[in-house]
Every structure is written in structure tokens, then in C-alpha cells.
């Protein structure tokens, strides 16, 4: 076994020095050669299939790590219950709702929401808020931190088998775990995407980045709508390689436009039809008498339902109503 | 193109009074010499002292270029290997199998359009769970938008099989059902390039192992990946958009594979919506497949806009893939 593993590494060798100079080698010469170099990677006992390649997983490993997957609290129970548990890691969410529905509170309870402790079933990381609005309040960010740690620690005091009743969740501490950004132009928010893959890997505890709104800055100001849409799905899919490399989940906050639909105006997300493929996960937050909802529109493994939330001054919870419920469709 | 002096150690022929002939008509490389024309420099090289030699070499070059092209096959050829490798693979739903004439057809590329959340993507899990269950292949996802779900694909395969217990020795055929599912995340257009070049090798360095073939590629979704590079100042979106479909095709017909590929709509003239990509791209697939989902009802209608043998316009219905 040793010698074939050697022979092989001299093999793989002799091929790197090679590639450097033009070989005179007919392509029938260079197939053989790739022949003889995966038959010795087959002799060292791993099946490989003719299919593989680098960084390419089968279904099955990937089937047991879904299954751990961590997702993060919205607070909300009957949220977290059509979500499966919260917001996924490892996945691109776009958030859409007309204004004042409560997005930017959301927003601000998921970057709260992933510093819980791991002991209290919660991902004990990091959050990245990017403001393009400038909506985001340090005084709302404090009262929702400390409306958390309080039902941490009252959740502790409740657990049997609880050593340590302090909660090692201190509000300060969680406004230094928020890391904030402010840009006030496209071209901000673009230099921001591509310099995010270096900040990420220089602070690996970023589980969660919420971009607060990725409209603002293209509405306005773009006469050329098809290098708009470039932009926009380059911006996307940097986003979509970021939640995958680092396994971190990413929420995208977006505004309503109306749209002429079959002859009448109706709201719509903004950002047009190219921009509703480019996320995993949709959920779209309305109004219905008086109470906020919000509907999965669009989602790869989670069942179509709505449910009721609401925005107190301690952040997002469940709906006092007594007629929510949740709704399938 | 390869120079002609590269030419000179393996046809003497090709020597450097006949390099000098052709360079004085321009010629340096094999690529001028195919768009010279030749009745032109054979008339030149008659007026020449050493014409016996020249037109020895012109032979010689065009012998070579002859030997280069691809061999021709007659219909006949074609008809035999049609019935031989490229059969159809079946997509789990009747309906659909009926409406495509069998199902996805190896050699061939089949695309799914359709606005957001129509069922694209879980037509893809759905396909690719049959692919591998019922037809014992590899099947190959290219995920762009982190979409790919194995919880999905289990579903899937547990309804096919029946309902799978927890018990240990229960999850064996899951597991070889799921272990010939390979996913990879590409978010980059050149990256994707590169993978499909690797599966282009591999492919063909292990043309004779018969017991599992790689059967089905599924590319979810290829717009994605074109949309940041179409348009704009210069041509090389479009021409790189037009290489992928190429290779997407080669890799369908010389390997006997199913390619399946996703698409998006965009907002057409007077608000009708049309598939993005363009008018080139409504070449390159060999089947169209539109997908609308009725939301009240939860019913996916697949039709066909374009088909080789089939009549458009025909539709099919399925019950969108209850969770």
C-alpha cells in the first residue's frame, strides 16, 4: 500500500513539474496519462466515483449535516415553527414588506437572537448589520437585548439542571457582537460584498449578516436597468458563496413597489423579476386587520403557511390575538 | 492555430522554401492557410521554380486538415446509436413521462423555465431522486442559490420505495440512493467552466466502467450564473453564454447524458413575462419546458414550448409535490 501511495505522490509530482512547459503530448497521449493517474488514486481504497471532484459532497453526507444545521430564533414561536426551527444557516432569506411592518425589527432581533448561547440552544456568534437606510437604533438594539437576557435568565432559573444560572449574556456585550456598516451609495454596497469574504475569515464567528435593504441604493439613480440587474445578481451570488463557504446565514431586507399585473397596479417586491430567483428563501411580512403576518413564498424544503407575529417593546414575539393560528396552505 | 513551422519535424514536406512561399502570401499559420484560398496560391505556386515541391506541400497541408475532422456518420449510424444509448429517463411522474415521450432523453438538453417559486428546483430534486433510485446512475446537481435539500431528495425516495423506518438496517437503501446524488455549489460562471471540463475528463478516462454511469447533470440554476455577464460594453457574456450551452450539449451526446438546466423569466413588452437569457439562448436547449404553479389548488402544469418531436403547446399537469 505504502509503495503504490508513494509512486503515486511521485507520479502526481513528475505531472506539477510538467505542466510549467509546453508538452508535445497528442491528446490521445494526455487521456492516457490521466487514465494511469486516477487508476492509482482508485488503488488507495476510496471508491471514487466517475463523478467526483474536488469539494463535491454526496447527498447523504450532506442529508446528516442538514439535519444539524443550526437556525436562528426570530422569538416568535409560531414564526419559528413554519420556519422550521428559525432562520437557516447556509442560506440566502430575502424578507419583503411594505413599510412599517416591522422588517428592520426583525432585522434587529435576529442580530440579537444569534449571540444566545449555545446552552440555551442558540449559535453563541456574531452578527454583521449592514444600514443602508439608516434605520438602525442603538436604544431599540439595548432594550432588545435586554428584554432577551431577561428571558434567558428567567428561562435558566427554570432548567433543573441548571450549574450556572447566570446568563453569560451581558446586553453590552451584545451591541460588541454587532458589527454595523453604513453605506450610503451602490458602489458602497458592492465594495462591502466583495470585502466581507475577508472580514468573515478574519472574524469566524460571524453566524448571521442582515443587509437592511438591499433596495434603497438601486432605485434610484439607474437609468441602465440591465446593468442594474448585472449588479444586482453578482451582489447575490457573492452572498449565496459567503452563506456556503462560511456557513452563515444570510437575511435581506426589501422594500414593495407596485407592479402592473393583468391590468390592475398590485405591490410587488422591488427589484424586479430577475431578483425574486436569486435568494433561497422568501417571506413576504403584511397586514391583515389589523394583525402582521408573514407567508413563506418561496422556499425549497419548508411547506407554504403564514403565521401571525407581533413587534413589542421587547422585540418581536407571538401574536396576542386570540384568533391567530397558524395557517397552511 | 499552430504555426507551420511547428509542422516541419513531422512532415518534412512543410519545409522552410515552402514557409517562405507561404509567407509571402500572408500565410504563417494553419489558420491563414485555411482561409487563403487555395486555387489562388496552387495558380502562385505554379509560377514558381520549385512548383512541384509547393504543390506537394499544399497537399500535404490540406491531407492533414482532412485527417483532423470529425468522422461522418449517416443516418443510419445515427438511428443505431439513438436506439442503442439514447434512451429516455423516466421523471417519476406519469404525466410528465407522458407528455415528454418517455421522459428527460439522454443526449439531449432539457430546459425548466418558470417564474419564482413555480417548482423548478423541485423538479429537479424530484428527477434527480428517480434518476437515481429507478435508473441506478449518477446523478450530478450544480446548485447556485444553496437550494439543494437531501431532506427533499429522502422524501422523495421514501415515497418511491415505500416508507422508511428508523431502524438501522432501513437507511442501507437510502444511503445508496443518496451517495450517487453528488452536489456542488458553483457561484461563478468560469468556475462552472472548470467543473464541467473535470467531468469532461473524467468521463471520458473511464469510458468502460459499465456498473454505474453518470446518467443525469442538472444545472439549478444556469441563468444565475450567465444573468451578471450578459449584456453590457462587450460581446463575451453572450459568447460565453453560448460556450456553456455548447459544452452542456457536447458533454449530453458524446457521454450519453441527461443535461437539465434552469431558467428564469423576465418582464417581457406590454408586462408579459418571457424567459431570460435572450433569443440566442432559445437555441441551444433541445426541449423547453415552461412550469406555472396554481397557487390555490397547489397544481405544477408543465408545457412544452419547444420540443425536437413533440408538438408545443401540449401541457401536463402535476400536483405540486406535496410536502
Known amino acids: 500500500m505504502e509503495k503504490k501511495e508513494s509512486s503515486r505522490e511521485i507520479g502526481e509530482e513528475r505531472i506539477i513539474a510538467l505542466e510549467g512547459t509546453d508538452l508535445d503530448v497528442s491528446e490521445s497521449g494526455a487521456s492516457e496519462i490521466l487514465k494511469y493517474v486516477s487508476q492509482f488514486s482508485r488503488l488507495d481504497g476510496s471508491s471514487r466515483s466517475p463523478a467526483t471532484f474536488d469539494g463535491a459532497q454526496t447527498a447523504w453526507t450532506m442529508l446528516s449535516e442538514e439535519k444539524f444545521l443550526p437556525c436562528i430564533t426570530t422569538s416568535c414561536l409560531d414564526l419559528d415553527n413554519i420556519l422550521g426551527g428559525g432562520i437557516r444557516c447556509r442560506e440566502v432569506t430575502e424578507i419583503g414588506g411594505v413599510p412599517g411592518i416591522g422588517k428592520t425589527q426583525i432585522g434587529i432581533q435576529l442580530a440579537v437572537n444569534v449571540q444566545i448561547p449555545i446552552e440555551y440552544g442558540g449559535l453563541g456568534g456574531q452578527a454583521i448589520y449592514i444600514d443602508t437606510e439608516g434605520s438602525f437604533m442603538m436604544e431599540r438594539v439595548l432594550q432588545i437585548a435586554e428584554a432577551c437576557v431577561e428571558d434567558l435568565s428567567e428561562y435558566g432559573h427554570l432548567r433543573k439542571d441548571a450549574q450556572d444560572s447566570q446568563v453569560k449574556m451581558h446586553p453590552n456585550n451584545v451591541l460588541q457582537n454587532i458589527f454595523y456598516f453604513r453605506v450610503c451609495s451602490y458602489t458602497e454596497q458592492i465594495a462591502l460584498v466583495n470585502y466581507l469574504d475577508k472580514f468573515v475569515t478574519e472574524h469566524k464567528s460571524v453566524k448571521i449578516i442582515i443587509l437592511d435593504s438591499v433596495t434603497f441604493h438601486f432605485r434610484q439613480e439607474f437609468d441602465d436597468m440591465a446593468r442594474r440587474t448585472r449588479l444586482l445578481s453578482e451582489m447575490a451570488l457573492k452572498f449565496m458563496k459567503l452563506s456556503k463557504k462560511f456557513g452563515l446565514a444570510v437575511v435581506m431586507l426589501n422594500q414593495v413597489t407596485t407592479k402592473l399585473i393583468d391590468g390592475s397596479f398590485q405591490l410587488a417586491l422591488a427589484l424586479g423579476d430577475s431578483w425574486s430567483h436569486m435568494c433561497t428563501n422568501r417571506i413576504i411580512l403584511y397586514w391583515n386587520s389589523n394583525e402582521r403576518f408573514a407567508f413563506i413564498d418561496k422556499s425549497p424544503s419548508l411547506k407554504s403557511a403564514s403565521a401571525s407575529y407581533s413587534v413589542t417593546s421587547r422585540g418581536i414575539r407571538n401574536s396576542t390575538s386570540s384568533s391567530k393560528r397558524i395557517k397552511m396552505m | ?323
Not at chain 2, 504563417?28 to 514558381?48: M, R, T
Not at chain 2, 450530478?140 to 444553496?146: G, K, P, Q
Not at chain 2, 462587450?234 to 459544452?247: C, D, E, K, R, Y
Request: net charge neutral; hydrophobic share 40%.
Open chain 2, 1 to 323: 492555430m499552430a504555426p507551420l513551422k511547428s509542422l516541419q519535424q513531422e512532415y518534412p514536406l512543410v519545409d522552410s522554401g515552402f514557409q517562405a512561399f507561404c509567407a509571402s502570401h500572408g500565410i504563417f499559420s494553419v489558420e491563414d492557410f485555411l482561409l487563403y484560398d487555395v486555387d489562388v496560391l496552387i495558380s502562385s505556386a505554379d509560377k514558381q521554380s520549385t512548383s512541384q515541391r509547393l504543390k506537394q506541400g499544399i497537399n500535404q497541408l490540406l491531407s492533414i486538415i482532412d485527417a483532423l475532422h470529425r468522422p461522418l456518420l449517416t443516418g443510419l449510424n445515427l438511428l443505431e446509436d439513438s436506439k442503442r444509448n439514447k434512451h429516455a429517463l423516466s421523471t417519476g411522474c406519469q404525466g410528465i413521462d407522458a407528455l415528454l415521450g418517455g421522459g428527460l432523453r439522454l443526449g439531449q438538453v432539457t430546459e425548466l423555465v418558470g417564474p419564482s417559486s413555480s417548482g423548478k428546483t423541485q423538479a429537479c430534486l424530484q428527477f434527480a431522486t428517480t434518476a437515481a433510485t429507478k435508473h441506478i446512475g449518477f446523478v450530478i446537481y450544480l446548485d447556485t442559490c444553496n437550494a439543494f435539500s437531501p431532506q427533499r431528495i429522502a422524501h422523495y425516495a421514501g415515497q418511491s420505495s415505500g416508507p422508511v423506518s428508523n431502524d438501522q438496517a432501513d437507511h442501507k437503501p437510502l444511503q445508496q440512493v443518496l451517495d450517487r446524488i453528488i452536489c456542488y455549489s458553483v457561484f461563478n460562471i468560469f468556475q462552472m467552466f472548470d467543473l464541467l471540463h473535470q467531468l469532461e475528463i473524467n468521463l471520458r478516462s473511464q469510458m468502460f466502467k459499465s456498473d454505474c454511469q453518470v446518467r443525469l447533470l442538472i444545472v439549478d440554476s444556469v441563468s444565475s450564473l450567465i444573468t451578471p455577464i450578459l449584456g453590457g460594453s462587450g460581446p463575451q457574456g453572450h459568447a460565453l453564454m453560448i460556450s456553456v450551452g455548447f459544452l452542456l450539449k457536447k458533454l449530453a451526446h458524446e457521454h450519453n447524458l441527461a443535461v437539465l438546466v434552469t431558467n428564469h423569466m423576465v418582464g417581457g413588452d406590454s408586462g408579459t413575462s418571457k424567459p431570460a437569457l435572450g433569443e440566442s439562448w432559445k437555441t441551444v436547449p433541445h426541449v423547453r419546458i415552461l412550469l406555472s404553479r396554481d397557487r390555490e389548488s397547489n397544481i405544477c402544469t408543465f408545457s412544452i414550448i419547444k420540443h425536437p418531436s413533440m408538438a408545443s403547446g401540449r401541457a401536463a399537469s402535476c400536483p405540486f409535490w406535496d410536502r
